[in-house]
């Protein structure tokens, strides 16, 4: 696997970590809090190092994503506004179907956006966006023989969805903004949004 940078990052929780000695990363906590998580379960294991580069195409019979170079990704970006967080530069994963031997292709885009929060009725919502149409044609990777056009007229509109990295970094933004608010519902309860209201 090549690597374009070094930044050393946990194998089970995929953030960047203290390395400990020979490549091992320091204990630490998961995802945010570690009262109410523990320790990650790969504090004291072997770390990756990434970004690493996705291929430009990739079928059924992959190893694993590490592996591949889809993760770890690039850390996308957490930025907050009142109630919202939007999360960019996250990379999606693309997944169809070859329509000849019926296995997954997928391709992987750059720049998606993420958001979570509470609406002004204090409603939780998520909300993401790959940042780019995926694009591929050529041989299909699964050695059918076949082409495959991704992004093209004649395909189902593949289904979209972020890579783990930056699954973990929603989930640790959502535990961050739920602490700061002192909110532990799903939707902000009556009382949560009279409060969080006249604080304004
Ligand atoms: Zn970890
Ligand atoms: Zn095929």
Redesign the pocket.
């Known amino acids: 696997m090549q690597n374009t940078t070094t930044e050393a990052r946990c194998s089970h929780c995929l953030m960047p970590t203290e390395v400990a000695t020979d490549g091992v990363a320091d204990a630490h906590d998961f995802p945010y809090a570690v009262d109410n998580y523990g320790q990650c379960k790969g504090s004291g294991k072997a770390t990756l190092a990434g970004p690493a580069t996705p291929p430009a195409v990739w079928?059924a019979n992959f190893t694993t994503l590490m592996e591949i170079g889809v993760l770890p990704s690039p850390l996308p970006q957490a930025k907050r506004e009142g109630w919202t967080v939007t999360i960019t530069g996250v990379r999606f994963t693309h997944s169809a179907h070859?329509?000849?031997?019926?296995?997954c292709?997928y391709v992987a885009t750059e720049g998606g956006v993420i958001q979570i929060g509470f609406d002004h009725k204090g409603k939780g919502f998520e909300k993401e966006r790959a940042g780019a149409r995926p694009a591929y044609d050529g041989p299909?990777?699964?050695?059918?023989?076949?082409r495959?056009v991704f992004g093209g007229q004649s395909w189902h509109r593949p289904s979209a969805r972020p890579v783990a990295d930056a699954r973990t970094v929603q989930w640790r933004e959502w535990e961050q903004l739920r602490r700061d608010l002192g909110v532990h519902t799903p939707d902000m309860t009556p009382s949560d949004l009279a409060r969080l209201r006249s604080a304004h």
């Open positions: 079928g070859c329509w000849k031997c019926r296995q292709v299909c990777p699964n050695g059918c023989g076949n495959v």
